[in-house]
């Protein structure tokens, strides 16, 4: 069977020499000519050049599209992918192989790029976009592009398989609670419990593998603060659209320039927040040594703030945590596990499974710290089927809850 990636492979040298001309054309021209006009130069130039002669009738199809999609579109093979509100992320693993997530799978693209090189270039270009410089001294690039899409980017000369470009995108419009709550993400009971929690000013840490839906989650959640709260919100790479809130603040780290300047870290943007008069700091998600400042802040009267960190179970969460806020501090374990147990009230965990659904399979009250562990209090956990269901546990600090005057399922 002929695949139109083994026919981009075969041809790749004739097909960029041909798409080097039509650019060189194309610089010549006074204004950019159509999108007809270029396909119909990329048909004139396979016909006239020697892959023509060898071709089979499938394959032509195959050439003359990969010609135009490079000759016409900034992003040339990955155009139709970004456009397509349908993909939710892009993986490209080297120049041969293109994955996408659609629709919870994970799919392998029938195309290719025709060499490293022009992978590269794709890199660079998202980089430029943003103002980045990626070189083989600097060869790794993670920003978000205006279009609101995550992209990493990894050159090969660190990369085995040849550069590695990633590309998350996200919905122009947020989804909300009921939204998860339609797709089995979450019980209707959870949920409003959680938004209660919210409402009430608990501190919420949310929990999960890579891909499981943390930073959803966490915007979905957002929707119960009150609108008239001051938020300062607080993103590596800025991905959450809090729309509903008047007065917030929405700060975003920024890498050093190409001469090591310039760098703004999440742990200096966190400080300064204190700063900003906020009623709750939300932290998009905590990797390092600023978990010390977030779980200062959740300590110092910013009730009801939020954040999210990658762990295995709630528990294995902790643990994280314990690890990164030693990773700058001197204190000793039991300190900072006391820390801790005092900072975050509720800790949520989700989990995506092996057919891409994203679940709230854990909700937990963290009671406190007894001097050896934690005590946690679990609210909710995932069935044998993987369904949420409650544990018949009523929440234990019910002070802040009463003081809003909320109410929970049990």
């Given at each position: ?187 209707e009971e959870c949920a409003d419990d959680l938004k209660a929690l919210v409402r009430s000013g608990y501190s919420i840490f949310i929990s999960g ?19 008239r709260e001051r938020v300062i919100i607080i993103e590596d790479s800025a991905e959450l659209m809090i729309d509903h809130l008047d007065n917030k ?162």
């Amino acid at each position: 069977m002929i695949t139109r990636r083994d026919t981009i492979l075969k041809y790749s040298e004739g097909i960029d020499e041909i798409v080097a001309d039509i650019r060189r054309w194309l610089t010549g021209e006074d204004s950019f000519p159509g999108p007809e006009r270029i396909r119909l130069r990329a048909e004139e130039a396979f016909f006239s050049s020697s892959m023509a002669r060898e071709a089979e009738i499938p394959e032509i199809r195959f050439v003359i599209d990969a010609i135009f999609e490079r000759a016409a579109f900034k992003y040339g093979i990955l155009t139709g992918l970004l456009e397509d509100a349908s993909v939710n992320e892009i993986m490209v693993n080297g120049p041969t192989d293109i994955f996408i997530e659609k629709d919870r799978q994970l799919v392998k693209v029938d195309d290719a790029f025709t060499s490293a090189e022009e992978l590269e270039e794709i890199i660079r270009m998202f980089a430029s976009d943003i103002h980045r410089e990626i070189n083989e001294a600097n060869p790794i690039v993670d920003a978000r592009l205006p279009t609101g899409f995550r992209v990493n980017g990894v050159l090969r000369n660190i990369a085995l398989n040849g550069p590695i470009l990633t590309i998350r995108k996200f919905r122009e419009k947020s989804i909300e609670m009921e939204d998860l709550i339609a797709a089995g993400s979450i019980t209707e009971e959870c949920a409003d419990d959680l938004k209660a929690l919210v409402r009430s000013g608990y501190s919420i840490f949310i929990s999960g593998g890579t891909s499981s839906g943390k930073t959803t989650f966490l915007n979905a959640l957002t929707a119960a603060i009150d609108p008239r709260e001051r938020v300062i919100i607080i993103e590596d790479s800025a991905e959450l659209m809090i729309d509903h809130l008047d007065n917030k603040v929405h700060l975003e780290c920024r890498s050093a320039n190409s001469i090591g300047k310039g760098e703004v870290t999440m742990e200096q943007l966190i400080r300064t927040s204190l700063r900003m008069r906020p009623d709750r700091i939300i932290v998009g998600e905590v990797r390092g040594k600023e978990v010390v400042d977030m779980i200062q802040a959740m300590n110092t009267g910013h009730d009801g703030s939020m954040s999210t960190g990658h762990g295995n179970s709630i528990r294995g969460m902790l643990n994280r945590l314990e690890t990164m806020y030693l990773m700058d501090s001197q204190i000793s374990v039991s300190s900072v596990r006391n820390q801790i147990a005092n900072a975050v009230d509720i800790f949520v965990h989700l989990r995506r499974d092996a057919h891409g659904m994203r679940r709230v399979c854990e909700v937990a009250e963290l009671t406190g710290f007894d001097g050896q562990d934690y005590s946690i209090n679990y609210l909710y956990t995932s069935g044998n089927d993987g369904v949420l269901v409650s544990t018949g546990n009523g929440l234990t600090d019910r002070e802040r809850l009463e003081r809003a005057g909320e109410r929970l399922s049990r």
